[in-house]
């Protein structure tokens, strides 16, 4: 018998039998929204790049919180769809836009650290992601709590880091913020399936909660790699 000699099921592979079809039209219509969102988040960090302005990440974070808050307090309808659309949009437009400064350092330390902590990012993304999907519902609910209270404590060690100025402490929180963003979209994606099984169909809203984790990633592995990298200049010297 050859072991190799073995045909791969694709049908069986994108098979969620566990997920209802209602919710898994609902799932497709929060990856397309996330699609949008990284495509007008990318042209707003472009923008940045193109423009260098330099309070952009201050005046673009208050920009988006409004949004987002905005956001939050529009109902979801099919009325409203298009207008909450819209704000999404804007949103990740300025979402985009507020990485302009942490792009700036990574292109003046190597250009090349940002396609490869976007790539990075894409597939621990992907892969946790589909592991969410692919897991026993409400498998990964219970790191909620787990996650929640390491947020806590790594604003907490954040702001005592603002008086302590410990680069040992600051990198503590990155590589642990990286580990935490990766139960997140675990949690995020289960979380998001049960609440589409019990009627909760806002799948603008709930392409935030993809789409925010994304964005969080992203940055800290951006962020971890441009260390790296000025390390290894030091030690060249």
């Known amino acids: 018998m ?4 073995r045909k791969i099921n694709f049908d069986a592979l994108l098979k969620f039998s566990h997920i209802s079809p209602s919710t898994q039209q609902h799932l497709k219509k929060v990856y397309a929204s996330f699609a949008l969102c990284m495509f007008v988040a990318a042209a ?18 208050l920009g988006s919180l409004g949004l987002m ?3 939050l ?6 009325e409203t769809e298009h207008k909450r659309l819209s704000i999404l949009a804007a949103f990740a437009f ?6 302009g400064p942490a792009l700036d350092l990574c292109i003046a ?3 090349s650290i940002i396609p490869t902590a976007f790539v990075g990012t894409a597939v621990v993304f992907s892969c946790f992601s589909l592991s969410a ?6 498998s990964y609910l219970f790191l909620g ?17 603002l008086f302590l100025g410990s680069m040992w402490l600051f990198q503590v929180n990155l590589y642990v913020g990286l580990v935490v963003m990766c139960g997140f979209v675990l949690f995020d994606t289960q979380l998001i399936i049960e609440k589409a099984e019990n009627g909760d169909k806002d799948y603008i809203w709930h392409c935030v909660d993809l789409f925010l984790d994304f964005i969080t990633l992203f940055r800290k592995l951006m962020m971890i790699l441009a260390m790296n990298e000025k390390d290894k200049k030091k030690e060249k010297k």
């Open 145 to 161: 709590g787990i996650l929640m209270s390491a947020m806590s404590l790594m604003v907490l060690s954040s702001l005592g880091n």
């Open 73 to 78: 307090a529009t109902p979801h309808s099919r």
């Open 44 to 61: 707003g960090a472009y923008v940045h790049v193109v423009t260098r302005f330099v309070q952009a990440g201050l005046l673009s974070g």
């Open 69 to 71: 808050l905005w956001l």
């Open 2 to 5: 050859n072991v190799f000699d």
């Open 94 to 99: 300025l979402t985009g836009v507020g990485l």
């Open 109 to 111: 330390i190597n250009p």
């Open 133 to 138: 999907l692919y897991a026993q519902r409400r």
